[in-house]
C-alpha cells in the first residue's frame, strides 16, 4: 500500500509540529466510511443526505498511521467545530493527502459534497402506478387464476 510522509513545520501551530506518516486505506474500509455517513432512501436506494466533512475526517484519520508522540490530531478534532479543532489549513493539508491516497477522484469529492439532487446520475424507478400500466401481465387478472401451493410435508424433510 502507497504511503506518504509530511512534515509539518510550526506554521500551523507549536502543538502540530513533527512528521505525519498516512497510508492508503483499501476499497473496503472507505466504501465503509462513505456508506457509514450516508443516508439513502429505504426504497428507492437514492442518496438522501451525505456528512462529507464527517467522511472525510474519517478518511484521514483511517490513512493516518504516524503522528507525534504528543498525538496532537485525533478524530474529536478532525471534526472538531471550534477552537479546539484542526487549523484549517491543516485539515485541508491532510485532505489532499488523504485524498491522493486513497484514490477519491475529484467527481467523488464534487459528488459527497453537493446536495443529494445535484447531478444525480440515476433515473428515478416508476411509481407502482406506472407499474400496473405497463402492459405487463397482471396478478389475480382472470385470464390467469392464481394457482394453488401443493406441497407436501414429506418434502420437508432434511
Known amino acids: ?18 512528521t505525519y506518516v498516512f497510508q492508503e486505506i483499501t476499497w473496503a474500509k472507505r466504501s465503509h466510511i462513505i456508506q457509514k455517513h450516508t443516508k439513502y432512501h429505504p426504497l428507492s436506494g437514492q442518496v438522501l443526505s451525505s456528512d462529507f466533512i464527517s467522511i472525510q475526517a474519517e478518511t484521514i484519520w483511517a490513512s493516518l498511521k504516524q503522528q507525534p508522540a504528543s498525538q496532537p490530531v485525533t478524530l474529536e478534532k478532525l471534526l472538531g467545530e471550534e477552537e479546539d479543532g484542526v487549523p484549517i489549513p491543516l485539515g485541508e493539508l491532510f485532505s489532499q493527502v488523504a485524498n491522493g491516497l486513497c484514490a477519491v477522484t475529484r467527481e467523488e469529492q464534487a459528488f459527497l459534497s453537493e446536495p443529494s439532487d445535484a447531478k444525480n446520475p440515476t433515473p428515478p424507478s416508476q411509481t407502482s402506478a406506472s407499474a400496473k400500466n405497463s402492459g405487463g401481465p397482471q396478478p389475480n387478472s382472470p385470464s390467469s387464476p392464481p394457482k394453488p401451493c ?4 414429506s418434502s420437508l424433510t432434511k
Not at 1 to 18: D, F, H, L, N
Not at 150 to 153: E, I, L, R, V, W
Open 150 to 153: 401443493s406441497s407436501s410435508s
Open 1 to 18: 500500500m502507497k504511503r506518504k510522509t509530511i512534515e509539518i513545520g510550526a506554521e500551523y501551530g507549536a502543538p502540530y509540529v513533527g
